[in-house]
């Protein structure tokens, strides 16, 4: 074995990109495996390098007071693909940070292309990798190519958990009716790349919000294969109207709530709200902001153009569904993310356990420092715990219960607490410094490794 071999990432999504890039970085070879074009998903649409596939959101950028944008800057400060595209794509979003998908996908493949250390092939790997590639890095996501996925249950003994993931509409910007919607983000909120009133507005008073809840109820829904019926719906991904059978206010304190907006002409909050966000930089395309949904296209159509401001509305995407799938991680992952069963695999991204674009990114960034540090000879230590890396990290190898395991965003929940005199307002930012400290001392040392 030599330090020139290559280091193979299967999949060429978020986590698997990111993956890439990170082992090319500490100077080892690596081999990027992405399946599209040679075999499509069933909610891909091109064949692009981490390809957005639900929202553009990467969600709240206060690294202070969030641990999604805590995370947004630990991922800067670890010089990530990822958060270097999303930079370059980022369109106004109030407090988030969103992209324009095509140009996101666009810059990660160009700098993918771009680097001499990095091969990218267009081919699947149809079951598990050839017994010669001594270490590869899994990260092919909830859309696993089935021979591969049932390679992976075969190994592990594993039924791999699954649940199903919807995709919001997107609506044409023109095709909105401004004199009944209006701009603001909520609380005027100021943005990385907006101005305080970024969204989109649609108002609802009391009696046609009722009328558009009990058609959701109603609606045909998309059915599903029977061996999907028993799956489960991840939580915080429903589609709005599995939120709406849980009651008629269920969408008013959810996607629907209307704190922190005012009708201008009105002067008053609505009784609930549909928010659409950019999606593209020329601010031609808005998505519907928790309007994932499983109903038909034609009943989507019908029924969210009775949303005011879109009695005429224009969609430039539907929604859908796909099934997704996770490894049982605690279990079946150490703590170099790599399969008990068969070390010479790591596993990265979705597929481990974590959900969200910013956690697959965390895992792929983790998985490819791993692999590349073992490739040099020595062993990567994990990020600290109080770190969202870290905390990430350790959730999905041995932090979640293996009994109940679910995908799990980043969340100040899997921190470790500060000490009883830390003020309650006071913890989550002081949670925020603690861990760029200590993200700092670990880039430090693994520097010192390196070397």
Same mark, same amino acid.
């Given at each position: 074995m030599t330090q020139t071999e290559s280091v193979h990432v299967i999949g060429g999504g978020l986590a698997g990109s990111e993956a890439a890039w990170q082992i090319a970085r500490m100077g080892v070879p690596v081999v990027l495996h992405e399946m599209r074009p040679v075999r499509k998903t069933d909610a891909h649409q091109g064949e692009g390098l981490a390809e957005l596939v639900c929202s553009n959101s990467f969600r709240s950028d206060d690294a202070e007071s969030n641990a999604v944008?805590?995370?947004? =800057?630990e991922l800067r400060r670890c010089n990530s693909l990822i958060m270097r595209a999303a930079e370059v794509a980022?369109?106004?979003?109030?407090?988030?940070?969103?992209?324009?998908?095509?140009?996101?996908?666009?810059?990660?493949?160009?700098?993918?292309?771009?680097?001499? $250390?990095? =091969?990218?092939?267009r081919e699947e790997i149809a079951g598990l990798p050839p017994t010669d590639w001594d270490s590869v890095v899994v990260a092919t996501g909830p859309l696993t190519s089935p021979p591969l996925a049932e390679a992976i249950r075969t190994l592990t003994g594993?039924?791999?958990?699954?649940?199903?993931?919807? /995709? #919001? *509409? /997107?609506?044409?910007?023109?095709?909105?009716?401004?004199?009944?919607? &209006?701009?603001?983000?909520?609380?005027?909120?100021?943005? *990385?790349?907006?101005?305080? #009133?970024?969204?989109?507005?649609?108002?609802?008073?009391?009696?046609?919000?009722? =009328?558009?809840?009990?058609? $959701?109820? #109603?609606?045909?829904?998309?059915?599903?294969?029977? &061996?999907?019926?028993?799956? *489960?719906?991840?939580?915080?991904?429903?589609?709005?109207?599995?939120?709406?059978e849980r009651?008629?206010?269920?969408?008013?304190?959810? @996607?629907?709530k209307p704190v922190g907006l005012t009708d201008p002409k009105t002067g008053r909050k609505p009784y609930a709200v549909v928010q659409l966000r950019q999606d593209n930089k020329l601010g031609t395309l808005f998505n519907?902001?928790?309007?994932?949904?499983?109903?038909?296209?034609?009943?989507?159509?019908?029924?969210?153009?009775?949303? @005011?401001?879109?009695?005429?509305?224009?969609?430039?995407?539907?929604?859908?569904?796909?099934?997704?799938?996770?490894?049982?991680? *605690?279990? $079946?992952?150490?703590?170099? $993310?790599?399969?008990?069963?068969?070390?010479?695999?790591?596993?990265a991204g979705q597929v481990t356990g974590v959900e969200g674009y910013v956690e697959s990114t965390a895992i792929g960034l983790i998985a490819g420092r791993m692999a590349a540090a073992q490739r040099l000879g020595y062993e990567q230590t994990p990020p600290p715990p109080t770190t969202a890396l870290g905390a990430l990290h350790s959730h999905i190898t041995g932090g979640a219960d293996a009994r109940h395991f679910q995908p799990m965003n980043v969340n100040?929940?899997?921190?470790?607490?500060?000490?009883n005199d830390v003020n309650r307002n006071e913890r989550k930012p002081a949670m925020s410094r603690r861990a760029l400290r200590d993200l700092a001392n670990?880039?430090?040392?693994?520097?010192?490794a390196a070397a």
């Open positions: 944008g805590l995370l947004h =800057e980022k369109v106004p979003a109030g407090g988030a940070l969103a992209v324009d998908r095509d140009v996101f996908s666009g810059e990660v493949q160009k700098v993918i292309e771009a680097e001499p $250390l990095i =091969e990218l092939r594993e039924q791999s958990l699954a649940f199903f993931d919807a /995709i #919001a *509409p /997107i609506v044409h910007r023109d095709s909105i009716d401004m004199d009944k919607a &209006w701009f603001q983000s909520r609380y005027d909120k100021v943005g *990385p790349a907006g101005d305080g #009133a970024d969204y989109i507005n649609c108002p609802f008073e009391k009696p046609n919000y009722l =009328e558009f809840h009990a058609a $959701l109820l #109603a609606a045909e829904k998309t059915e599903f294969k029977e &061996w999907e019926k028993n799956t *489960p719906y991840f939580e915080g991904c429903l589609p709005i109207e599995v939120m709406a009651g008629a206010r269920t969408l008013t304190f959810g @996607p629907m519907m902001v928790g309007f994932q949904t499983k109903m038909k296209h034609g009943e989507q159509t019908r029924i969210f153009r009775m949303i @005011p401001g879109l009695e005429n509305a224009q969609f430039a995407r539907l929604g859908g569904i796909h099934r997704n799938t996770f490894l049982n991680s *605690p279990k $079946l992952l150490d703590a170099q $993310l790599r399969l008990k069963a068969m070390p010479s695999l790591r596993f100040f929940g899997l921190f470790p607490p500060l000490g670990w880039l430090g040392s693994t520097d010192a």
